[in-house]
């Protein structure tokens, strides 16, 4: 369940009591919409509630908006960072990511579309994988920005040339970064090579 940024946090803190009578069937809450002028400090309150009750964290946060923001996500417990790519403005931050393996959820097609990056081409998918960095290649609403998660392989195994082992990389990442319990994640991992003897 994810909250707009670009309204009050009164707002997101109306949805979430409206939400916690189907707590078991939601997983995890998020920030998402324009990153620019909303901060996700601006959410504290939203977040510590998230956490008191049980809920796993996600954040939108380097996106459109600068690397800092990735860091202070994390400092308010988020355990997930979507989009992210503007780690790469910051030495210290992608250090920090690499050492507590945050997950990322890379989202080419959608950084496309909003003009994040005018050309696939440039981006950093392969920067962020030499930086030992857990990103995963997602989909973002993808009937609104045009892919859903092969297309958003295909578009950046095309544009960016990666190898079949960088493949291979992200596609155990994304179990990897699940909220999955571990025996389930170590499972899926392995089916990825299972399936990758009988290719």
Known sequence: MCFLRDLPEADALKVFEM???FKSDILGIGLDSAEIGFPPELFKNIFELGKKHGFRLC??????????NIKKAIDLGI????HGIRV???DEIMNLCEQIQIPFTLCPLSNLRLQVYPNLSKYPVKQLINNNLLVMIN???????GGYVEDNYVSILKACGLTYEEIVLLAKNSFKATFMVEDNKIKFIQSVDDYLKDA
Do not use: M, Q
């Open 19 to 21: 939400a916690l009578p």
């Open 59 to 68: 954040c939108d946060a380097g996106e459109e908006g600068p690397a800092e």
């Open 79 to 82: 355990e997930r960072i979507d």
């Open 88 to 90: 790469i403005d910051s």
């Open 139 to 145: 989909s973002d609403d993808p009937a609104y920005f």
